[in-house]
């Protein structure tokens, strides 16, 4: 009897440990999925210089704007503001009766244009982009003769597409090269229409290099 009664307990003392042990095994066994990489918003600085291809004259562009990167993806939005620069420059020969007058006419275009980029990985370090953007241009046109001279100042409607191609050196900086297709209203040159085309770059295309700074 008394055997009986010190092994009862040993039996139950086993079976309970042997179940505690199933438990605890149960629970490590199950596999920990890690949530997924969050996406953050990069800010960046950039500036380009570029050739205008019809008005064989040289472009600048400034830019200032925020991407959305998420580690699990090959591709980012961004959203940035672009100003620009150009200036062109014509000159004119009017054949009158009795004389020949020169005219020349500067111009100076400043775009301003929000623009979308979306830009995915193709190999490595090298990614390609494509992108638009629309807003207004400020020109600002001088006609001289003869030691004359007109001013004329508009605000136009203003749009481009682009696309090419960015290598990134490294998270901070990176370089792009690419071309740009520009929409441009004719400004309005008062009692001068005739020269209205020849103080825009509507239909023109810039092939651009630039670099960008991300922080």
């Known amino acids: 009897m008394k055997k009986h009664a010190f092994v009862l307990p040993l039996v139950l003392g086993l079976t309970a440990s042997a179940y505690a042990g199933d438990s605890y095994s149960a629970k490590s066994s199950k596999e920990v999925i890690p949530p997924?990489?969050?996406?953050?918003?990069q800010w960046?600085?950039?500036a380009s210089g570029g050739y205008l291809t019809d008005a064989e004259e040289e472009?600048?562009?400034?830019q200032f704007g925020v991407e959305k990167?998420?580690?699990d993806r090959s591709c980012t939005h961004a959203l940035y503001l672009e100003?620009?620069?150009t200036e062109l420059d014509e000159s004119y020969a009017f054949d009158f009766t009795d004389s020949i007058i020169d005219i020349d006419m500067d111009?100076?275009?400043i775009p301003l244009t929000l623009?979308?980029?979306y830009e995915c990985n193709l190999t490595g370090n090298l990614n390609w982009y494509i992108g638009a953007g629309a807003g207004i241009a400020f020109v600002d046109t001088d006609l001289s003769a003869e030691g004359q001279s007109e001013g004329f100042d508009d605000e136009v409607f203003y749009a481009q597409g682009f696309a090419g191609l960015v290598y990134n050196f490294s998270e901070s900086f990176e370089i792009f090269g690419g071309a740009r297709y520009i929409y441009m209203d004719d400004p309005d040159l008062t009692g001068l229409s005739e020269?209205?085309?020849d103080a825009s770059i509507d239909g023109d295309v810039l092939v651009e290099l630039g670099v960008r700074f991300n922080f």
Do not use: A
Not at 36 to 41: F, G, I
């Open 36 to 41: 997924p990489p969050s996406c953050h918003l």
């Open 44 to 46: 960046f600085l950039g």
């Open 59 to 62: 472009m600048y562009h400034l």
């Open 69 to 71: 990167v998420c580690p």
């Open 83 to 85: 100003l620009g620069y």
């Open 107 to 109: 111009t100076e275009i």
């Open 115 to 117: 623009n979308y980029k």
């Open 195 to 197: 020269f209205d085309d």
